[in-house]
């Protein structure tokens, strides 16, 4: 009976003791962190590996010491690229980002008369667009019976999302916010990791690949790349969520391309609805409608990466030389005529 409670209370310190033991060694070994991080990163791929893995024994050229670009900016103030032609090597791109098994999600939307940008925005983008890449389109349309037949790549398919319409071009354009915001909610979370909001009345001419990802993307609007603060288009009465005082921006963004990690677009899309909702119940609506929320928004979150106007040209301004390429360009159209009011 006794040797029986000696055996144990033997046993209850033993085990005691081990549990202490393990839970220190768990605590402070390297060892352990090690195999917690293993199992994170696992975790991680789920969502999509963003480390910048790059395969050993693949040939290309060494990184130059001086700027490739001294004609523009290459880089934002606070340290984001801004993508010119020149300035990366597209074999180490697409080395990096061919391992990360990608999907990119566009959205598009075309309703009225705007579905007859439809054919050339997809044929080009097929030649053009993220060529290599599984890329899946989210056409929001009202006229889906008129959605151009266009053969697809390889890995690349294309939703069509029947849509209600609006007699006004400014709310078709701003509503787009809250139906990218309920996409990337209901659908997206699962199914891609990056995402391209683009507009429909535009064309590509030029590669645009995976130099342009990053968590959160901007592009430079041709009009206003090297103007002043003062004359960017921002909007400037206070009463709107939108508004920007003079002193203060850092470039005028386009709201023809919007892109980035799904989480990151997926924040921009929902405040700037949510913005957008606070200047309606006040009977407002800002000088270019989403853009310039997207600019508020750009200003006080700043993106990762910019794209250079390269990826939104507009063929008006002709080619200035530091256009070595014309990426995407919007198409010449007449609005009075496609657009449902003036
Ligand atoms: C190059 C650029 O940055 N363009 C922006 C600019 O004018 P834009 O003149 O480029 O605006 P827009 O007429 O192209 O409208 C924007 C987009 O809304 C869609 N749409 C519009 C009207 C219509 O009847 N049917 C239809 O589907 C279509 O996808 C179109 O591409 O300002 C707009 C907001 O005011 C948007 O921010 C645009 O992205
Ligand atoms: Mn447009």
Redesign the pocket.
């Known amino acids: 009976m006794r040797s029986g409670q000696n055996l144990y209370l033997f046993f209850l310190i033993i085990t005691v003791l081990t549990l202490l033991g393990v839970s220190y060694f768990s605590y402070t070994s390297s060892w352990f962190s090690g195999v917690w991080e293993c199992r994170l990163t696992v975790e991680e791929k789920k969502h999509g590996n963003t480390d910048l893995i790059f395969p050993p024994r693949i040939a290309c050229a060494q990184p130059s010491v001086s700027n490739s670009r001294p004609d523009v900016s290459t880089m934002t103030p606070w340290l984001a690229p801004i993508v010119w032609e020149g300035t990366y090597d597209l074999t180490v791109i697409d080395n990096i980002y061919k391992q990360q098994n990608i999907t990119v999600a566009v959205t598009?939307?075309?309703?009225?008369?705007?579905v007859r940008f439809l054919k050339d925005f997809l044929e080009s983008a097929e030649q053009h667009f993220m060529v290599g890449y599984r890329v899946h389109y989210y056409l929001f349309t009202d006229r889906p019976d008129e959605v151009p037949t266009v053969t697809l790549g390889e890995g690349r398919q294309l939703t069509v999302i029947k849509t209600a319409t609006s007699n006004r071009?400014?709310e078709?354009?701003l509503r787009?916010m809250e139906m990218i915001e309920k996409l990337i909610e209901k659908e997206l979370t699962d199914e891609a990791d990056y995402i391209f909001c683009l507009?429909?009345?535009s064309k590509f001419y030029a590669h645009w690949g995976a130099e342009s990802l990053g968590d959160l993307v901007g592009a430079l609007?041709a009009w206003y790349f090297g103007t002043s603060r003062e004359q960017f288009t921002y909007e400037r009465r206070p009463e709107s969520q939108a508004f920007i005082p003079l002193q203060e921006g850092d470039y005028y963004y386009?709201?023809?391309v919007i892109g980035g990690r799904l989480e990151k677009v997926h924040k921009l899309v929902k405040t700037c609805r949510m913005q957008l909702d606070v200047d309606r119940a006040n009977h407002i609506e800002a000088a270019?409608?989403?853009?310039s929320h997207l600019n508020k928004y750009f200003l006080y979150n700043k993106p990762s990466k910019v794209l250079s106007p390269e990826y939104?040209w507009d063929d008006k301004k002709g080619k200035p030389s530091y256009m070595k390429v014309v990426r995407s360009s919007?198409v010449l159209k007449n609005n009075a005529e496609?657009?449902?009011n003036p």
Do not use: M, N
Not at 108 to 114: D, E, H, I, R, S
């Open positions: 598009v939307f075309a309703l009225g008369k705007y071009w400014q078709i354009s787009r507009d429909v009345d609007h386009g709201g023809a270019w409608q989403e853009e939104l919007q496609v657009r449902p």
